[in-house]
């Protein structure tokens, strides 16, 4: 029922998406029921949200600035208590990882690039063994050479990968990323969009992506979410094949449709 072959904008049932996508071994799928989260007994920010991501699925979360992205986020690796509601994580390793990335690399001055991925391992194995795969993680984001040197000594985009391979080096089930590009330069920017897509197929676990850049979640995610007052207001999966091309007309007008909703607000 498709006008493109590359892209359907349905929204699929959740047992067509979990049909399509079976989950991998590793990842984490997230359901929320009812979900409502309130500050101080103030309004909810978040209100009776219902939500299931498969396992391995690239969710990419838009909507306006203080519409409650972010918390959902926490809400979902237990940073934050719901007021009500129900936050569940499945797969065969319910311990398994669960890291957050943020705008801000957040790296201990004090420590050489390689010990602040070591950061992500806490206190598993021994320090040696630490550092070994804390130099794997450098590798699968490029930045082998400046594993001694201080983060004071990086340009943004390197700290950036460098948080990245910290929130990769305990091989997480579960990735969130909260605005993680959001204060590069856009070339920087697509650089690393490119190589969260390589790491996350390599890798194959969940992602869940806040974003302001609705070409960015065009570009990555299988499934994009529009959140308005607490509640999922769009909910859209991207079927177009990998890599995908920018300025691809079939992901233009998906970016306009989900532009258009975010505007209609107004
Ligand atoms: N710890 C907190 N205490 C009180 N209010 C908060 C707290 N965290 C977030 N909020 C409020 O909840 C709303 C949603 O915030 P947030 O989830 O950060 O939005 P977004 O990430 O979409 O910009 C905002 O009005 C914000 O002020
Ligand atoms: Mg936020």
Redesign the pocket.
């Known amino acids: 029922m498709t006008a493109s072959p590359a892209l359907s904008f349905e929204t699929a049932t959740e047992t067509a998406r979990t049909a399509r996508r079976p989950a991998t071994g590793h990842a984490l799928s997230v359901t929320l029921r009812r979900l409502t989260k309130a500050?101080?007994g103030?309004e909810p920010?978040i209100r009776g949200l219902d939500l299931h991501i498969p396992a391995g699925q690239f969710v990419a979360i838009v909507?306006?600035?203080?519409?409650?992205?972010?918390?959902?986020l926490r809400l979902i690796l237990g940073l934050e208590e719901p007021t009500s509601g129900l936050v569940s994580l499945n797969g065969s390793d319910t311990r398994a990882s669960k890291r957050i990335m943020f705008q801000e690399p957040r790296l201990l001055p004090w420590a050489r690039v390689v010990d602040n991925v070591a950061v992500g391992l806490g206190r598993e194995g021994s320090r040696a063994e630490r550092r070994e795969r804390a130099r794997a993680a450098l590798e699968e984001v490029g930045l082998t050479a400046k594993a001694d040197e201080w983060p004071a000594t990086l340009s943004g985009g390197q700290r950036q990968r460098v948080a990245l391979a910290r929130a990769l080096v305990s091989r997480p089930a579960l990735l969130a990323l909260?605005e993680p590009l959001g204060a590069l330069d856009a070339l920087t920017r697509i650089d690393m969009q490119a190589m969260i897509e390589r790491i996350r197929i390599e890798q194959g676990f969940t992602a869940i992506l806040?974003t302001h850049d609705v070409g960015e979640a065009v570009a990555l995610a299988d499934r994009i979410l529009v959140?308005e007052d607490g509640a999922v207001a769009l909910d859209v999966d991207v079927d177009a094949p990998r890599p995908r091309r920018r300025g691809d007309p079939d992901l233009a007008a998906l970016e306009g449709r989900i532009l258009d909703q975010l505007l209609a607000r107004t």
């Not at 909507?63 to 959902?72: D, E, L, P, Q």
Request: with cysteine; net charge neutral; proline share 0%.
């Open positions: 500050f101080d103030g920010v909507g306006r600035s203080g519409c409650g992205k972010s918390t959902v909260d806040v959140i």
